[in-house]
Nanobody, 123 residues
């Protein structure tokens, strides 16, 4: 059974950095697409960044140049390095996984989800 656990969220001032982690259990990690999504109350879940099994990455325009997605296959762990954080980056961040993905930043493309980690960026 696929199990995803996020960590690394917290409170940070605008301009600061955070690194999120997502530990994955229960499947052959190397073969899966992995992604980060975020959601604020009353809004739809937004795709932030995705990484394919071969390491190809995709980013939302709002985070390009500031966020970096990466993975460590040996540790079965996905990362999201977030730099130059803005108040509008405040959200609950979720890790997602699936073996076949047609639209990497689409919520509907992923079957497996973690419970999320909260990021708060203050002015």
């Amino acid at each position: 059974q696929v199990h995803l656990v996020e960590s690394g969220g917290g409170s940070v001032q605008a301009g600061g950095s955070l690194r999120l982690s997502c530990a994955a259990f229960g499947y052959t990690y190397d073969n899966y697409w992995m992604a980060w999504f975020r959601q604020t109350p009353g809004k739809e879940r937004e795709g932030v960044a995705a990484i394919s099994p071969d390491g190809t990455t995709s980013y939302a325009d709002s985070v390009k140049g500031r966020f970096t997605i990466s993975k460590d296959n040996a540790k079965n762990t996905l990362y999201l390095q977030m730099n130059s954080l803005k108040q509008e980056d405040t959200a609950m961040y979720y890790c997602a996984a699936d073996i076949r993905v047609m639209s990497p930043l689409s919520e509907a493309a992923y079957l497996y989800w973690g419970r999320g980690t909260q990021v708060i960026v203050s002015s």
